[in-house]
């Protein structure tokens, strides 16, 4: 399964709205991963239906491109003739709104051209070559749990025979790498909370988020139901910060991306902003 990506850029969305636009999909059976805004849509001679309800995306923008200026206050120009940019801060964050369809209530749309390019590999196969390709200390020493440990920073495992079968052994130990991913000398992730503590349901949330990008953007296999007593301190955790889901779905992709890195077949760099969002949002920048 992809993920939701603009139907004009070809480019996925992130974090959050990555998980809207997926709950949109589930709950209105759309089976296209693309979406786009109404002018991005007319853009394609294509048009929104009347009376279609599109869906709310949001962009937050933490820094911006302006044009390099010289020592005496005129745009720099470079080598190519083309002026120069550079990217500074905005201060305070700026969020961004867009409403977005899928191209299921959009008509006139070009169907979605096939390539035999495709994406080709086996989901288990690439499952072991992350974990290999990782380094990562790996223990199968557990009898029925699995846990990541930041003090000696290794992967504690049951055997293999004890899985039902393989989907759920990788994803479990994919759910784990997502937690090995969080160490200081990688992504930095606070991993200091006990069991039971909100800064645990965090970084359980941010793994878990990852897992089940993996295997919608990847088809790596994922356990939901291997991590489901993690739900209700996931919901403590929301019900304090609504905000929270974003901030956590904005770090599982980052997660996605080093774990990706592993692979050689799997190109993704999902924690990279684009040089121009307007063209992912179709908003104007400031």
Not at 251 to 273: C, R
């Amino acid at each position: 399964m992809m993920l939701p990506h603009n139907g004009v850029t070809g480019r996925r969305y992130r974090g959050g709205n990555a998980l809207l636009l997926m709950h949109a999909m589930t709950e209105h059976g759309y089976e296209d991963h693309r979406w786009m805004t109404f002018k991005q849509a007319l853009a394609q001679d294509a048009s929104v239906r009347k009376g279609e309800k599109g869906t709310q995306v949001e962009y937050w923008q933490f820094e911006k491109r302006v044009p390099k200026l010289d020592d005496y206050g005129n745009p720099d120009i470079g080598p190519d003739g083309k002026p120069l940019y550079e990217v500074v801060k905005t201060g305070a964050p700026r969020v961004f709104y867009a409403t977005v369809f899928n191209a299921a209530q959009i008509d006139g749309l070009k169907p979605v051209e096939k390539n035999d390019l495709a994406r080709k590999w086996d989901p288990v196969a690439d499952a072991e070559r992350i974990i290999e390709e990782s380094g990562a200390a790996i223990l199968h020493d557990q009898a029925d749990r699995a846990c990541y440990r930041p003090s000696s920073d290794s992967i504690h495992m049951p055997a293999r025979a004890q899985f039902a079968d393989a989907g759920a052994y990788y994803g479990t130990m994919i759910h784990e790498l997502g937690h090995w991913t969080g160490h200081e000398s990688r992504l930095a992730r606070d991993l200091s909370g006990g069991f039971g503590s909100e800064s645990y349901a965090r970084e359980e949330l941010r793994a878990e988020l990852a897992s089940f990008f993996m295997a919608a953007e990847f088809g790596i296999p994922h356990d939901p139901g291997q991590h489901s007593a993690y739900i209700g301190s996931w919901l403590d955790a929301l019900k304090k910060d609504k905000h929270e889901i974003f901030r956590a779905a904005a770090e599982a992709d980052k997660i996605v991306a080093f774990l990706s890195a592993f692979s050689h077949d799997m190109k993704l760099n999902p924690s990279a902003v684009p040089e121009e969002e307007d063209e992912v949002f179709g908003i104007p920048q400031p």
